[in-house]
């Protein structure tokens, strides 16, 4: 029977904050998830560090947030949560984050660079496209009108949201909806300077075909935050951690953990 590769799952934040733990304390790298996702995205990629692998608020065992966070609020419980860690002892960590995780760890680390040794970002948009978003359609925006003033009803709109909405749109509910909105109108130019600016070591591991956050858009923030960062692009993966990316992944952090 082959050995498990699950951690241990622990709290921090008194019972605020889940997240698996791998190897001993104090955690040298800590990782964020993506948009849906859970710590267990890091399983493979976490094996044989000192690590802890969270849980962010509204997805996997962490409770949601009362409100709908913006990546701003999402930093300080991430702060709050190496703040805990922090006590254990040790050094600062390298803080991994894929996709919406990655945003939250550049949030933090733009505001508080002194907490993470480095970053190591994968998936990550960080940019938005230059593209003008289009208006909705005169119906669409005549039935939003039509239910703010509670002429039709909730499900009503909700049937119409749901048939223009992406899917992660479509699966998100009550509070988490809320976020995912604030969260795809953010631009990350202003903590892209404020890196460029820190000196702090990032890493940044894409693959060749992600859609979700494309090579091209990697490139710009790379150039955006200078000579401290690097861009590593993975042949044949895309947007999730497969077995490259994963290899990858664990190379970068080696690397940033190596840093005095």
Known sequence: MCPSLAGVLTTLLGGRAFAERYGATPATVIALHGWGRNRSDWTTTLQGYDALALDLPGFGATPAPDEGWSTT???EWLRQCLDDAARQGGDRPVVGGHSFGGRVAVRL????????RGLVLTGVPLLR???????PPLGFRAMRFLSKWHFISNERMEQERRKRGSAD???AQGVMRDVLVKAVNEDYGDALDALAGSGL???MVW???DTAATVAMAEQARARIGETAELVVVPGSAHLLDDALVAALRSAIDQQAARS
Do not use: D, I, R, W
Not at 109 to 116: D, F, I, M, Q, R
């Open 73 to 75: 609020e999402y930093a």
């Open 109 to 116: 680390a733009a505001t508080n660079p002194e907490l993470v």
């Open 129 to 135: 496209t230059q593209t003008t978003p289009s208006k």
């Open 169 to 171: 749109y479509v699966a």
């Open 201 to 203: 070591p990032v890493t």
């Open 207 to 209: 693959g060749e075909h």
